[in-house]
């Protein structure tokens, strides 16, 4: 046991999912085909080695919200996976570009303590000056969060704070020698509002760069088939049709149309004889067809017609004794079946098919289409998004053909336009409907850039209000930690210089109607358009505050990780619980899941004891007590499963904070008339993910978590529905599945057994309805799911 920073003591993290993590890199890194991908992986072989060595050393605290030995909370720490802390700071490391072009500007080395340097630089009056100019410009960009600190020193000195800069710089300054407090200098300043983008243009230009890598040979193959080998094959066809004595070779072609004489099987060729003849200049027109055929030859097929000709070409140029008559023989075959199956070289036979194959290959390949896409998009600034895609789709210009030797007006392919939907600034709501946002993990990846005009609202300066929209998008990509005991995250108003920006802001009811209206639209967006899906936490982090921002009390609850489970709940998911059994009493939900009137003054006392401060060791494992009941199991320390079950029901009893939306939001009557069609979304994606799992890996636990997080979605929007759709959902339901496979069919109807019993006012835990094989569908159980044997 060890003291935390809280003073609280706590277990450490055993190594065992650090090693397993470096195992997996060290794998990779030396057996997987892609080079790039072996690059990445010993990256991470390192940074798993720094984790540790950190660990085992101690200067690494797992678990801790301040895990580096010395580093304030503020202080952005490198996160891998599964939330370790590396070691590293995200605004330390190597001094990057821009830092080593000012260090050369001012003819300085690289040294050791050039970060201290270039931090105390900018508190000169040339320093504030030129962040002065990025102030007023807002030209800058803010990757780590404490890149934006000595920006807000300059603002307070310029507005005449010097107490609140002092401050600040009294946090900062001893740490000058190890991180950035100043931002990288842009082309264009970064933009925030109701619109937003999912990526920026950067990233669509990298994707069009590795569909620019993707050539497709055989359009290639093809290209320089019609282009180059067809007009040498008609060429060499015609040089050798001159040294024909008599008519051209041909095929007589039966009525039938076969071209072989059925008796002896060979092709009954007409005309007369090659190399009977050489007109003037026929070898020096051979030699010259003969060179430019010798780039083509190494790639042609050993049985090409063309190859065979040309081999032949080169025998009557430099050895015309060599050929015999068998030689002449084949020469004349090939001669006869070209020009019965194409026409003679000139003929308008030959001119039109020749026509048709020019036209077939004339598009410009996609890969150089996403060449030419990539090029125009680098026009634009590549950190942000893109207002108006439109100009992008014009079709190809005289310029660029030329550049490419191809022909001008070749047209953008929809395939390729459709990218730029990833970097187009619109609402989230016309994102949601494009399938741009096609989920609610990516939806809360978008949120940021809203949140950040959002909480800027309330500064009324311009250069400060976008200083402010920086900081909190970088905050917002600083990965969360790996925590114990019931720490939180560190937040937003713990950076000293946003603390001294809060201090300038202005608590009106505007900025608070905003907000509202803002939390009201994306949780009606995010219910309705995704209802299959259990509110990720980084979305749950974006709405927690907007309501913060809105002044409103709601809790809301995270997801918890099992294998750090440590048996406690925080108070407030006791208190999300007696709320939502109480709203949800005598439901559907309830009836389904077991929720009784015992259950609900349980949580009524345990939430009323806990708003009194009331501490008792009955009060303190409360919640999480009667979760380890209602599971079955007793949390600890590598029972990973045991804590994943107590964590589930703790997740029904606070319906994992539908209830509180839609009850402190005051969203029923907006969604009353959905939730039917919303318990249907949710019923048919589970329908796809468990055939998806059928077809992959029965047993694919994965799929059962998801698909019963799913299903409880699915009956707490049935039960905020009116009974009457109860019968018909079901009715729904049955016909739904019976157009399914029949192991589907197998797999699921416990579950909407249990379901339709519940409906039907019965419990699932009475002996009769165990006996008629209704199951409670749940993610996890101490033995073998019943999903993965169906």
Same mark, same amino acid.
């Given at each position: 046991?060890?003291?935390?920073?809280?003073?609280?003591?706590?277990?450490? %993290?055993?190594?065992?999912?650090?090693?397993?993590?470096?195992?997996?890199?060290?794998?990779?890194?030396?057996?997987?085909?892609?080079?790039?991908?072996?690059?990445?992986?010993?990256?991470?072989?390192?940074?798993?080695?720094?984790?540790?060595?950190?660990?085992?050393?101690?200067?690494?605290?797992?678990?801790?919200?301040?895990?580096?030995? #010395?580093?304030?909370?503020?202080?952005?720490?490198?996160?891998?996976?599964?939330?370790?802390?590396?070691?590293?700071?995200?605004?330390?490391?190597?001094?990057?570009?821009?830092?080593?072009?000012?260090?050369?500007?001012?003819?300085?080395?690289?040294?050791?303590?050039?970060?201290?340097?270039?931090?105390?630089? $900018?508190?000169?009056?040339?320093?504030?000056?030129?962040?002065?100019?990025?102030?007023?410009?807002?030209?800058?960009? %803010?990757?780590?969060?404490?890149?934006?600190?000595?920006?807000?020193?300059?603002?307070?000195?310029? @507005?005449?704070?010097?107490? @609140?800069?002092?401050?600040?710089?009294?946090?900062?300054?001893?740490?000058?020698?190890?991180?950035?407090?100043?931002?990288?200098?842009?082309?264009?300043?970064?933009?925030?509002?109701?619109?937003?983008?999912?990526?920026?243009?950067?990233?669509?230009?990298?994707?069009?760069?590795?569909?620019?890598?993707?050539?497709?040979?055989?359009?290639?193959?093809?290209?320089?088939?019609?282009?180059?080998?067809?007009?040498?094959?008609?060429?060499?066809?015609?040089?050798?049709?001159?040294?024909?004595?008599?008519?051209?070779?041909?095929?007589?072609?039966?009525?039938?149309?076969?071209?072989?004489?059925?008796?002896?099987?060979?092709?009954?060729?007409?005309? #007369?004889?090659?190399?009977?003849?050489?007109?003037?200049?026929?070898?020096?027109?051979?030699?010259?067809?003969?060179?430019?055929?010798?780039?083509?030859?190494?790639?042609?097929?050993?049985?090409?017609?063309?190859?065979?000709?040309?081999?032949?070409?080169?025998?009557?140029?430099?050895?015309?004794?060599?050929?015999?008559?068998?030689?002449?023989?084949?020469?004349?075959?090939?001669? #006869?079946?070209?020009?019965?199956?194409?026409?003679?070289?000139?003929?308008?036979?030959?001119?039109?098919?020749?026509?048709?194959?020019?036209?077939?290959?004339?598009?410009?390949?996609?890969? $150089?289409?996403?060449?030419?896409?990539?090029?125009?998009?680098?026009?634009?600034?590549?950190?942000?998004?893109?207002?108006?895609?439109?100009?992008?789709?014009?079709?190809?210009?005289?310029?660029?053909?030329?550049?490419?030797?191809?022909?001008? #007006?070749?047209?953008?392919?929809?395939?390729?336009?459709?990218?730029?939907?990833?970097?187009?600034?619109?609402?989230?709501?016309?994102?949601?409907?494009?399938?741009?946002?096609?989920?609610?993990?990516?939806?809360?990846?978008? $949120?940021?850039?809203?949140?950040?005009?959002?909480?800027?609202?309330?500064?009324?300066?311009?250069?400060?209000?976008?200083?402010?929209?920086?900081?909190?998008?970088?905050?917002?990509?600083?990965?969360?930690?790996?925590?114990?005991?019931?720490?939180?995250?560190?937040?937003?108003?713990?950076?000293?210089?946003?603390?001294?920006?809060?201090?300038?802001?202005?608590?009106?009811?505007?900025?608070?109607?905003?907000?509202?209206? =803002?939390?009201?639209?994306?949780?009606?967006?995010?219910? =309705?358009?995704?209802?299959?899906?259990?509110?990720?936490?980084?979305?749950?982090?974006?709405?927690?505050? $907007?309501?913060?921002?809105?002044?409103?009390?709601?809790?809301?609850?995270?997801?918890?990780?099992?294998?750090?489970?440590?048996?406690?709940?925080? @108070?407030?998911?006791?208190?999300?619980?007696?709320?939502?059994?109480?709203?949800?009493?005598?439901?559907?939900?309830?009836?389904?899941?077991?929720?009784?009137?015992?259950?609900?003054?349980?949580?009524?006392?345990?939430?009323?004891?806990?708003?009194?401060?009331?501490?008792?060791?009955? %009060?303190?494992?409360?919640?999480?007590?009667?979760?380890?009941?209602?599971?079955?199991?007793?949390?600890?320390?590598? =029972?990973?499963?045991?804590?994943?079950?107590?964590?589930?029901?703790?997740?029904?009893?606070?319906?994992?904070?539908?209830?509180?939306?839609?009850?402190?939001?005051?969203?029923?009557?907006?969604?009353?008339?959905?939730?039917?069609?919303?318990?249907?979304?949710?019923?048919?994606?589970?329908?796809?993910?468990?055939?998806?799992?059928?077809?992959?890996?029965?047993?694919?636990?994965?799929?059962?978590?998801?698909?019963?997080?799913?299903?409880?979605?699915?009956?707490?929007?049935?039960?905020?529905?009116?009974?009457?759709?109860?019968?018909?959902?079901?009715?729904?339901?049955?016909?739904?599945?019976?157009?399914?496979?029949?192991?589907?069919?197998?797999?699921?109807?416990?579950?909407?057994?249990?379901?339709?019993?519940?409906?039907?006012?019965?419990?699932?835990?009475?002996?009769?309805?165990?006996?008629?094989?209704?199951?409670?569908?749940?993610?996890? =159980?101490?033995?073998?799911?019943?999903?993965?044997?169906?």
């Amino acid at each position: 046991m060890d003291n935390d920073d809280t003073g609280c003591s706590r277990i450490r %993290i055993a190594p065992g999912y650090a090693t397993l993590q470096l195992s997996a890199a060290l794998r990779t890194a030396s057996d997987h085909p892609d080079p790039q991908t072996r690059a990445r992986a010993a990256l991470k072989v390192q940074q798993w080695e720094q984790i540790m060595v950190g660990m085992f050393t101690g200067a690494i605290a797992v678990g801790s919200r301040t895990p580096l030995d #010395g580093a304030p909370a503020w202080v952005t720490p490198e996160v891998a996976k599964g939330g370790f802390a590396t070691g590293d700071l995200k605004a330390g490391g190597p001094l990057q570009d821009h830092e080593l072009a000012t260090l050369a500007a001012a003819g300085m080395a690289p040294a050791p303590d050039a970060r201290r340097w270039l931090n105390a630089r $900018l508190l000169t009056d040339d320093g504030l000056a030129s962040l002065y100019t990025l102030l007023d410009s807002g030209c800058y960009e %803010i990757n780590a969060p404490e890149e934006g600190a000595l920006l807000v020193v300059a603002w307070l000195t310029r @507005h005449r704070k010097p107490e @609140h800069a002092r401050e600040l710089l009294d946090a900062i300054v001893p740490w000058f020698a190890h991180l950035r407090f100043y931002p990288l200098p842009a082309a264009q300043p970064r933009r925030f509002g109701e619109r937003v983008f999912l990526t920026p243009v950067r990233a669509v230009v990298d994707a069009m760069q590795e569909r620019q890598r993707k050539v497709n040979l055989r359009i290639l193959a093809q290209r320089e088939a019609v282009r180059v080998r067809l007009p040498l094959y008609d060429r060499v066809v015609q040089l050798f049709l001159d040294s024909v004595d008599g008519a051209p070779p041909s095929i007589n072609i039966g009525a039938d149309g076969a071209w072989r004489d059925p008796a002896t099987g060979k092709f009954r060729i007409a005309g #007369g004889w090659p190399c009977r003849r050489y007109p003037a200049r026929w070898r020096e027109r051979g030699e010259a067809l003969l060179h430019e055929w010798q780039p083509h030859a190494a790639t042609a097929r050993n049985d090409d017609s063309m190859k065979e000709l040309f081999g032949y070409l080169h025998l009557c140029v430099t050895e015309p004794a060599a050929l015999n008559g068998r030689d002449v023989g084949r020469i004349r075959l090939i001669l #006869g079946r070209y020009v019965s199956k194409r026409g003679l070289p000139g003929s308008t036979r030959l001119a039109a098919l020749r026509s048709e194959q020019a036209r077939q290959v004339a598009a410009m390949p996609y890969h $150089l289409l996403a060449g030419v896409l990539a090029e125009r998009l680098r026009a634009f600034p590549q950190n942000g998004g893109l207002e108006d895609t439109a100009p992008l789709g014009v079709a190809v210009s005289a310029a660029e053909a030329d550049s490419l030797g191809e022909a001008s #007006g070749a047209q953008i392919p929809a395939v390729l336009l459709a990218k730029l939907d990833r970097c187009s600034i619109e609402t989230v709501t016309v994102l949601v409907e494009r399938g741009v946002i096609a989920s609610a993990e990516v939806l809360a990846a978008v $949120l940021p850039q809203l949140s950040a005009a959002i909480n800027a609202a309330a500064i009324t300066e311009a250069s400060l209000k976008q200083l402010y929209g920086a900081l909190y998008q970088a905050f917002r990509r600083r990965r969360s930690l790996l925590l114990q005991n019931l720490q939180s995250q560190v937040r937003l108003g713990e950076l000293p210089w946003v603390a001294a920006i809060n201090a300038q802001r202005e608590q009106g009811l505007a900025p608070r109607t905003v907000a509202r209206s =803002t939390l009201d639209e994306l949780t009606l967006l995010t219910l =309705t358009s995704f209802p299959q899906t259990a509110i990720p936490n980084p979305l749950i982090q974006e709405l927690n505050t $907007l309501a913060g921002n809105a002044g409103l009390d709601l809790p809301l609850v995270e997801e918890l990780a099992a294998d750090i489970f440590m048996g406690m709940f925080a @108070h407030k998911f006791t208190k999300v619980a007696a709320h939502a059994t109480a709203m949800l009493d005598g439901s559907l939900y309830s009836r389904y899941y077991g929720i009784g009137e015992h259950v609900r003054d349980q949580l009524r006392q345990l939430a009323q004891q806990g708003e009194a401060k009331i501490r008792t060791p009955e %009060i303190e494992s409360g919640l999480a007590g009667l979760c380890e009941t209602r599971a079955g199991v007793r949390c600890g320390l590598g =029972t990973v499963i045991n804590n994943a079950m107590i964590i589930e029901q703790q997740q029904i009893l606070t319906t994992h904070n539908l209830a509180a939306l839609v009850a402190r939001l005051d969203l029923d009557g907006q969604l009353q008339p959905h939730y039917e069609r919303m318990a249907q979304q949710c019923f048919e994606w589970i329908c796809r993910n468990q055939q998806n799992a059928l077809n992959a890996w029965p047993g694919d636990l994965r799929a059962i978590r998801n698909a019963a997080y799913a299903w409880r979605q699915m009956v707490f929007f049935l039960s905020m529905a009116d009974m009457s759709s109860h019968d018909r959902f079901i009715a729904w339901t049955r016909g739904h599945l019976a157009q399914e496979s029949p192991r589907l069919r197998q797999r699921l109807a416990p579950a909407l057994a249990g379901l339709e019993l519940a409906a039907a006012g019965h419990a699932l835990d009475d002996a009769a309805s165990r006996a008629s094989g209704a199951r409670r569908l749940l993610a996890y =159980t101490s033995e073998q799911h019943w999903m993965a044997v169906a």
